[in-house]
Nanobody
Framework: QVQLVESGGGLGQPGGSLRLSCAASGSIFGIRTMAWYRQAPGKERELVASISSAGSTDYADSVKNRFTISRDNAKNTVYLQMNSLKPEDTALYYC???????????????WGQGTQVTVSS
């Protein structure tokens, strides 16, 4: 069964750091773009950061120069290093990846179950 499993959420202090991880498992032939999204209560889900298979990155303006997305292709894992945390970073964070799976090697969009990040003193 192909799935994305996130870890690393929790409680962070303003100005502090947290690191999220998301590992893809199952019969995967390849992984294209990987990304992190977040959804705060009462708000729409928004893209936080993305990274292509070649390593090109893109960030939401609200997290530029604070968050860093990276990936380890050998481990099928994407990371989100979050520094200088702010209370407005509080949200449910979701991992997203375009995975090439199945006997015909089709590309499908997968989502993790979400991991809660709460920034509070």
């Amino acid at each position: 069964q192909v799935q994305l499993v996130e870890s690393g959420g929790g409680l962070g202090q303003p100005g502090g750091s947290l690191r999220l991880s998301c590992a893809a498992s199952g019969s995967i032939f390849g992984i294209r773009t990987m990304a992190w999204y977040r959804q705060a209560p009462g708000k729409e889900r928004e893209l936080v950061a993305s990274i292509s298979s070649a390593g090109s990155t893109d960030y939401a303006d609200s997290v530029k120069n604070r968050f860093t997305i990276s990936r380890d292709n050998a481990k099928n894992t994407v990371y989100l290093q979050m520094n200088s945390l702010k209370p407005e970073d509080t949200a449910l964070y979701y991992c997203n990846a375009a995975l090439i799976v199945g006997p015909r090697a089709y590309e499908y969009d997968y989502w993790g179950q979400g991991t809660q990040v709460t920034v509070s003193s």
